[in-house]
Structures are given as structure tokens and as C-alpha cells.
């Protein structure tokens, strides 16, 4: 039966690592956006621009879910490590699962800032490359905190939070 899962939360609250365990598990088909970014565009970035790498972003997005959109309709199980960064991006891939008849889980993953950022350094230092794509320095950590969205009640329903 065909299922798809979109993981969210804020830099370094273990989406990857979550994905990947997840995705053995239920034996999954996993999307994440970092090797994307990391693969097509980190020789043209100049300095973090926002609207820049948004724009980068949407494009991934539309590739990824031309793939998701053809494994789902054969019935097998996404998951989509895509950051998920704010409601308008969850809502967007949600209405897409919809439109397939399909209701997408939200997990939420979440953990204290200083938790997050013991994480991000650790995997800046160990680049093991099940969960490592490029380094994320303060700068970039900085960036990201602010932009987050934390998931509602509403979009929780078929999904859950975890504390990591």
C-alpha cells in the first residue's frame, strides 16, 4: 500500500538520521534535499541568499516528486527528507499526496538548539556519509533558526512529533 512520509524540523534535529532508520524499516524509497543542493548547485554559491537557494530548492522539489509521484503510484513508500522548512512547503507536498488519494504523514523531529548544535558540529568533524552532504557552519545554522515553522495540531493529525 502506497505511503508517503514527509519529515520535518529545524537544522541538526536528526531528519536524516531518522529517514534513514525509517526507510530500512519499512523499506522505503528515501528523498533528501542536502545531497541535491550539495550535488547540482554548491559550486555556484557565492554566500547564503535566501531567496537563491529557495529557488534551487523548488527545483529539487519538483524533481523529487516526479519520482515520488511514479513509486507511490505503484504502490510502494516514500519518504521525503526535504527539510520541510515552513507550513506553505509541507501543505504543497500534503495536497500533492491528496490529489494522489493519499493522506502523508508529518514527523516531526525536534530537539534544544545547543542539542542541535552539538549535532551539526559532530557531523561537520565525523562527514559520515549516511547522514553527511557539506558542512553547516554557525552562519548557516544561524540562518535556518529563525525561518523554521513548527508543525500545528492541524498538520500533526496523520503524523507525529518526535523529541530527539
Known amino acids: 500500500m502506497a505511503r508517503l512520509i514527509l519529515v520535518c524540523g529545524p537544522t541538526g534535529a536528526g531528519k536524516t538520521t531518522h529517514s534513514v532508520a525509517l526507510a530500512k524499516e519499512i523499506g522505503a524509497v528515501r528523498f533528501s534535499i542536502d545531497p541535491w543542493m550539495q550535488t547540482l548547485f554548491s559550486k555556484d554559491i557565492k554566500e547564503i541568499e535566501y531567496t537563491w537557494m529557495i529557488e534551487r530548492v523548488n527545483r529539487c522539489y519538483n524533481q523529487i516528486w516526479e519520482v515520488s509521484e511514479q513509486i507511490l503510484a505503484l504502490g510502494g513508500k516514500v519518504i521525503l527528507d526535504l527539510g520541510f522548512t515552513t507550513k506553505e512547503q509541507r501543505l504543497l507536498f500534503s495536497d500533492k499526496a491528496k490529489g494522489l488519494g493519499l493522506n502523508a504523514e508529518l514527523h516531526y523531529l525536534n530537539a534544544n538548539t545547543e542539542c542541535r548544535r552539538e549535532r551539526v558540529n559532530k557531523r561537520n568533524t565525523e562527514k559520515d556519509p549516511s547522514v553527511y552532504s557539506f558542512d553547516v557552519n554557525d552562519d548557516m545554522f544561524n540562518f535556518m533558526e529563525p525561518r523554521f ?16
Open 149 to 164: 515553522e513548527i508543525p500545528d495540531a492541524d498538520e500533526l493529525r496523520f503524523g507525529r512529533k518526535f523529541e530527539t
